[in-house]
């Protein structure tokens, strides 16, 4: 048997990328036009964002609940875990983060979006990235569209723009709502990277990004 320190990442791979990302196919052919909802969903959170009334956090936080428990349930749960048994222990964490949303908004001193720093000009960025930027990378990448990975359906990119809100928000339960999104992007990148897809820095650079961020924040104080 050969010693663990041998194995390399790639060799814990249950699938091949030409299987993961049908799974992205499928799933969005099962799932349309539902996209359209979601996307909608996310231009009306940046722009509650944008507008940063201290009310519409609780709103914001319901939308981003649902959004994660619909992607926990349908994709990971549902298709994922279907091709990576690991997944199964995964999925539940969509739902606690869900949960945690709902709790934060309606928590004395929950959400607010009222600052106006760098970060939360990089959080406006990076929700961008996840809403806009992603379902138009499969063409970049050499894979058809259907492969697209679309905020409020895919995991990824659902993420990505709750770490770009979370980023802009402030209020006592933020702290508690980060490591779920960056634990995901950054099991998501290290698949990616197995899997020899340069893609995988996206998700990454994202999570990275973030943890700068808040660190910059910190000192800043």
């Not at 995964?90 to 934060?104: D, H, K």
Request: without cysteine; glycine residues 8%; proline residues 7%.
């Amino acid at each position: 048997m050969s010693e663990w320190w041998t194995y390399r990442l790639e060799d814990f791979l249950l699938f091949s990328p030409r299987v993961y990302w049908r799974m992205f196919e499928l799933h969005n052919a099962a799932f349309w036009p539902l996209h359209l909802l979601t996307l909608a969903a996310g231009l009306a959170i940046a722009l509650l964002v944008l507008r940063r009334p201290r009310r519409h956090g609780l709103w914001i936080a319901l939308i981003l609940a649902a959004l994660f428990a619909l992607v926990g349930w349908s994709f990971l749960w549902s298709r994922y875990a279907v091709i990576n048994w690991a997944i199964a222990y995964v999925a539940p964490a969509f739902g606690l983060q869900a949960l945690l949303l709902v709790i934060g908004g309606a928590a004395r001193g929950s959400l607010a979006f009222d600052r106006r720093d760098m970060t939360s000009r990089l959080g406006l960025l990076i929700m961008a990235v996840g809403i806009v930027v992603y379902p138009l990378l499969p063409p970049l990448f050499g894979r058809p569209w259907a492969s697209a990975e679309i905020f409020g359906i895919a995991p990824d990119p659902t993420a990505i723009a709750a770490l770009g809100v979370l980023l802009a928000a402030s209020g006592g339960p933020v702290p508690l709502l980060f490591p779920i999104p960056l634990l995901w992007l950054l099991l998501s990148g290290l698949t990616l990277h197995a899997m020899g897809d340069p893609q995988a820095w996206l998700p990454l650079l994202a999570a990275a990004t973030a943890v700068a961020a808040l660190a910059l924040r910190r000192i800043a104080r």
